[in-house]
């Protein structure tokens, strides 16, 4: 595991190439000296945290951002290796397969749904979509009193800022994808 000041250094530079910056302008921004930004850079210091609070404030990014591990190019997901979350007695299995990201705005679950399986979610916030892509079998979503039916390889997407039902009304496994995406 790489330690926290590497990481902090690799993410500052990263940062300030990104948006074309040198160590001067970095300076003039933050209020640290060009020689500490260098040597943050560098790996050759751990800044404190006053110092990194400086660096976020003055290039406007969050604290976190510094020190949180870069995503990778690529990432590759199996089911396999999830632990799903479950609910209605194991009837109604969740697995988080892309956690919620800020900066993305959403997230990214695989849904199972065994014969029967009747799951009520309750209303999320003002702006939140979801969108349902069914992958394996057919799914019911009850929507403000509505039925709908998604069939395999159909999709649906609602405001999901008022209660919602899933239910699975087949004699096999329904599988869905759903994305959820937190609006401004």
Known sequence: MEHIHIKIGK???????NRGYTLDKVAELTGVSKGMLGQ???GATSPTV??????????????SSLIEEESPAV?????????????EDGKFRVYPMFPFDQKKRFEMYTLELEPGCRHESEAHGAGV?????????????????????????SAIRFLADKPHTYY?????????????????
């Not at 006053?50 to 604290?63: E, R």
Request: charged content about 20%; glycine content about 6%.
């Open 40 to 42: 943050i850079e560098r």
């Open 168 to 184: 699975n009304g087949t004699e096999s496994v329904t599988r869905a994808q759903l994305l959820i995406y937190y609006g401004l």
């Open 50 to 63: 006053t110092t990194l609070w400086k660096i976020a404030s003055g290039l406007n990014i969050s604290f």
């Open 11 to 17: 993410n500052l530079h990263r940062i300030r190439k």
């Open 129 to 153: 979509e979801e969108y349902v892509h069914v992958s394996q079998g057919a799914l019911d979503i009850i929507y403000e009193q509505k039925t709908y039916t998604i069939r395999q390889e």
């Open 75 to 87: 990432s590759v997901i199996s089911l396999a290796n999830i632990r799903p979350l479950l609910e």
